[in-house]
């Protein structure tokens, strides 16, 4: 393969649910999609969490103990890799899972929250943690614990995604791994890197909504072609 990362100056890896596949973290869309088995009204939005917080966290819980016997894959492991090598590579992610940082990714810009982190929509207070399933749901000030994840119909936090961005306008190389791209406004990100001049590369087991904005496609798992995007270094 002729594309590499070595080329560049600055890489950012924008990776969505398909980059933790491999892991064995279903996918929101696609083959073994979440949502097919899951109603995201009665557990993934702020309507359903205000109607009824416990079983929001039943929700939250199973997921956090599904998530939390998984291990990184040989493509989060890799890019973990590359940045200590001293190479400018970044990540930003659409994933909640935490696999990223478990892998050794410092800074990892996450534009949807994480499941590994709290808040009290109340008084303010946060928390990070890794606890499987999570024990104690209220606050100190004896309101519901709130996971701290984007949800449907939620706005994006401003900070990662003005972050997100500036990441995306300020590299040469931008590659999107395991993302449909329909989830807006992450989905822009891609767009602000094209417009900045960067070279665009998707990799996905198959073609997307976002496809004809990239200008290098390789089709076939993320593990399979971080290993080729970043041989021999
Ligand atoms: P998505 O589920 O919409 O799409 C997944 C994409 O990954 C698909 O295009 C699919 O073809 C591709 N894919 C599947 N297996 C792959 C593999 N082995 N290698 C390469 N590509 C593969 O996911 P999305 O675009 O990230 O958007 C959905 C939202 O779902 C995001 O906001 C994210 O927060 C959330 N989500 C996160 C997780 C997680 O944290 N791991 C899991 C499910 C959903």
């Known amino acids: 393969m002729d594309l590499h990362i070595r080329d560049f100056d600055r890489v950012v890896f924008f990776t969505g649910a398909g980059m933790s596949a491999e892991s064995g973290v279903p996918t929101y869309r696609g083959p073994g999609g979440i949502w097919k088995e899951y109603d995201y009204e009665r557990y993934a939005c702020q309507e359903a969490f205000d109607r009824d917080p416990e079983g929001v966290w ?62 009290c929509q109340d008084c303010g207070f946060e928390r ?35 972050e997100g961005n500036a990441l995306a306008e300020s590299c040469d190389l931008f590659i999107s791994v395991g993302t449909s791209g329909a ?35 390789l089709r076939g798992s993320a593990t399979e072609m971080i290993a080729r995007l970043s041989e021999g270094l």
């Open 58 to 119: 039943e929700f939250h819980n199973y997921r956090r103990e599904v998530i939390h016997a998984l291990k990184p894959n040989a493509g989060h492991t890799r890019i973990a890799e590359l940045q200590r090598m001293g190479l400018d590579v970044h990540v930003v992610t659409q994933n909640i899972d935490g696999m990223h940082q478990l892998a050794g990714s410092p800074e990892v810009t996450e534009l949807h929250g994480s499941l590994w982190r709290v808040r």
């Open 128 to 162: 990070a943690d890794r606890e499987a399933p999570l024990q104690e749901l209220r606050c100190g000030c004896g309101s519901y614990l709130r996971p701290d994840i984007i949800w449907f119909g939620d706005a994006l936090n401003p900070a990662p995604f003005r």
């Open 183 to 217: 989830v807006m406004p992450a989905a822009m990100i891609p767009l602000r890197a094209k417009r900045a001049g960067a070279t665009l590369v998707e990799v996905n087991i198959e073609d997307t909504e976002l496809s004809h904005a990239f200008d290098h496609h």
